[in-house]
């Protein structure tokens, strides 16, 4: 599945055996952080991060922009809008596709708006595919402010979404949505099959999560060297707590380590608030 070309500047990315810590920046131009930019990108994976399989693959120059709008109007629609939560989960999506090379399980969002129903549960469903199977990527988003907000959110979350009610619960909702066109679609469904142990799927899957938050040294920053070093020493407290306070409150209520492999990105802004008027000025656009 094709997909937009890298936007995202990587400027940290580290890989342990209990998951990546990974950042990520629109950059800079001229001096100036790439807050248009970036929300012009956002707008090219609409189609892909709010439409089903099937309906991508329906995509030509007969119905782009019909069908843009349409994916336009999924994440305008949505009860969530308000909170621009789905801005996050975009930004979850665009993260994992281009840094991993994931590819989109389900678009939950699709179905929230064609079939006017709630779906909860992970903010991403995507996969990767490797010589020994099918890797599950179940992703967590956070579209906040402040990052020791959006860790205290997110940890709690996580630690709740990997009770095995729930666990077993929301995979029986993903294997009914995926979309049966989908090359991917018969593996899947045996991966998240009731009687397949949860043990099996904690060794072939991984959590991303993905963090927002607005950041003193972009705000500060101009793109230069000092921007990446100072960038560095802000992220990596922000990973240390994330890690801390996983691990921590997993074991006080499972008595036990954490069983699944956990990725956080980092994506600092200048101002969230500007980001947010930016996508909406595009969203608007794509109603008429």
Known sequence: MKHPDKFLNVVFHESADVGDDLALCAGFERGSWR?????????EWLPEFALSYSEIKEIGHHNALRIIKRAAKIVYDTEKYGL????????LHIAIRQVYKTLPAINKIYYKSSVNETVKGFDAVHVVKKDTGLELWVGETKFYNTVSKAIYDVTKEIIDHLETDYLKSEFILIR???????????????????????DKVFQRACIP???????????EGAGDKEYEKNIKCEILDAYSTMRKKLNEQYAARFFTALPITVHVILIPLKEKVELISALDKRLKALQI
Do not use: M
Request: hydrophobic letters at 40%; zero cysteines; proline letters at 4%.
């Open 84 to 91: 621009r939560g789905e801005f996050g989960e975009i930004l």
């Open 35 to 43: 807050n248009d930019q970036f929300a012009d990108h956002i707008i």
């Open 209 to 219: 999560v993905l963090l927002t938050y607005n950041s003193k040294v972009v705000k």
């Open 176 to 198: 009914n949505k995926i979309d049966p066109a989908w090359p991917e679609a018969a593996e899947l469904k045996d991966l998240l099959h009731e009687n397949t142990s949860l």
